[in-house]
T-cell receptor, first 116, second 117 residues
Framework: AQTVTQSQPEMSVQEAETVTLSCTYD???????LFWYKQPPSRQMILVIR??????QNATENRFSVNFQKAAKSFSLKISDSQLGDAAMYFC?????????????FGTGTRLTIIP | GAVVSQHPSRVICKSGTSVKIECRSL??????MFWYRQFPKQSLMLMAT?????????EQGVEKDKFLINHASLTLSTLTVTSAHPEDSSFYIC?????????????FGPGTRLTVT
């Protein structure tokens, strides 16, 4: 079974600074997807960024980028130029690429606080 | 973009009664929908996978007779909590898989807060 571990229950960063959230996972599969989701106080889950395991290039979405280390099974999220609206719970998630096994496995989350 | 709605957003019911939660994909068809449960300050735990036209697949430890799932159309799945008890109070979230995307992206509903008194 796949597991996802987020070792930082809480993180804080000064507004406009950069912060990195850690995530490690365990799987025996070679093809899969990794995601970072944001859950603000409204509780709506929002996809931040996605990484396909077969791609070596790290995904980027504006101020959000990942450091995907497949051999180390590590998938960290870097938020640049942090903004007050980035304050939320961040969940790392794993999904198999195998057809018919598309459920998401979530980590325990990291609560990010932005300091004005 | 893909939008998923849930209804109701909040519900309070008495112990022993049943409550139905709807999950709709508004602008895409979803052959597969997922139901999650989230306790305060915890992560999302998958309860079941709902496939259109077939029986749902429940995760280990989830009582299928208590949490009835029906996926009768490509845009609607329902979760019925039967004979609800206070311990069923939680935040329930659905997601729908968009088959149009190569990665089978899942889009989440806004959630339903269930309180059983």
């Amino acid at each position: 079974a796949q597991t996802v571990t987020q070792s930082q229950p809480e993180m804080s960063v000064q507004e406009a600074e950069t912060v990195t959230l850690s995530c490690t996972y365990d799987t025996s599969e070679s093809d899969y997807y990794l995601f970072w989701y944001k859950q603000p106080p409204s509780r709506q889950m929002i996809l931040v960024i996605r990484q396909e395991a077969y791609k070596q290039q790290n995904a980027t979405e504006n101020r959000f980028s990942v450091n995907f280390q497949k051999a180390a099974k590590s998938f960290s999220l870097k938020i640049s130029d942090s903004q007050l609206g980035d304050a939320a719970m961040y969940f790392c998630a794993y999904r198999s690429a195998r057809f018919g096994n598309e459920k998401l496995t979530f980590g325990t989350g990291t609560r990010l606080t932005i300091i004005p | 973009g893909a939008v998923v709605s849930q209804h109701p957003s909040r519900v309070i019911c008495k112990s022993g009664t049943s409550v139905k939660i709807e999950c709709r994909s508004l602008d895409f068809q979803a052959t597969t929908m997922f139901w999650y449960r989230q306790f305060p300050k915890q992560s999302l735990m998958l309860m079941a996978t709902s496939n259109e036209g077939s029986k749902a697949t429940y995760e280990q430890g989830v009582e299928k007779d208590k949490f009835l799932i029906n996926h009768a159309s490509l845009t609607l799945s329902t979760l019925t909590v039967t004979s609800a008890h206070p311990e069923d109070s939680s935040f329930y979230i659905c997601s729908a898989r968009d088959v149009r995307t190569g990665t089978g992206e899942q889009y989440f509903g806004p959630g339903t807060r269930l309180t059983v008194t």
